[in-house]
């Protein structure tokens, strides 16, 4: 991931499991796009192997892995409606 296009947001969430989570947004041709990017700077012991991990949002962005569409997870928060 290119970090010179991401800049820290405000928005924070708490997971009983991983801790707290940051995020940041992403800058590009298209505009700003919030809190499309997350990760656990300082986990909870439990989930230490992920801090300073960085990822998508798959509820915000689509991501294509090896030219498949991941499905993602329909939730209040999905930037649109995923169908079948």
């Known amino acids: 991931m290119k970090t010179e296009l991401i800049s820290p947001t405000d928005s924070r969430a708490g997971c ?3 801790g707290f ?5 992403l800058r590009t041709s298209a505009g700003v796009h919030e809190d499309v990017v997350c ?11 992920i801090a300073g991990l960085r990822y998508f949002c798959n509820e ?20 649109r409606r995923r169908t079948k």
């Open 16 to 18: 009983p499991y991983k």
């Open 60 to 79: 915000k962005v689509e991501i294509e892995i090896d030219a498949v569409l991941e499905t993602g997870v329909v939730s209040q928060f999905s930037w």
């Open 39 to 49: 990760g656990y700077p300082t986990p909870s012991r439990e989930s230490s192997q």
């Open 21 to 25: 989570a940051s995020y940041w947004s």
